[in-house]
């Protein structure tokens, strides 16, 4: 599956850019085939901006990942191109999800409550 991806005109290969945003506008799904993270920034970035995200279940992730709702969680030795094509191919959930995204983050990732967690946790 994947390599039919790989052979269509369906994936851009994009040179690197600092404008996190900009990369996050061009794209409609992150795929984020990892399976070590210590954390989901990249994710959570994916969700603000509206980007549901395809990933491994792993510590990390589904802490930034609201499987389901923000993207999807792909057990560690399931089928994760998979996921990605019936994501791809399901244009209702495609879109139901990039609205989600963006939800979840600013409820779980808004900047105030992180910085007032994080400041409760050092008694500042």
Known sequence: ??????????????EWSDDVSGFFDQI?????PSKREGFGNVAIEAAASGVPTI???IPGIFDAVSDGN????CKPGGDI?????????????LAEMSLNSRVVAKRLFDQEMVLRDIHM????
Not at 6 to 13: K, R, T, V
Not at 70 to 73: P, V
């Open 1 to 14: 599956q994947l390599e039919h991806y790989l052979a269509s005109n369906n994936i851009e290969y994009l």
């Open 28 to 32: 409609d799904v992150l795929f984020f």
């Open 55 to 57: 990933a491994f279940d």
């Open 70 to 73: 923000s993207g999807i969680l």
């Open 81 to 93: 191109v998979a996921l990605l094509d019936q994501l791809i191919r399901d244009k209702e959930k």
């Open 121 to 124: 946790d050092m008694n500042l």
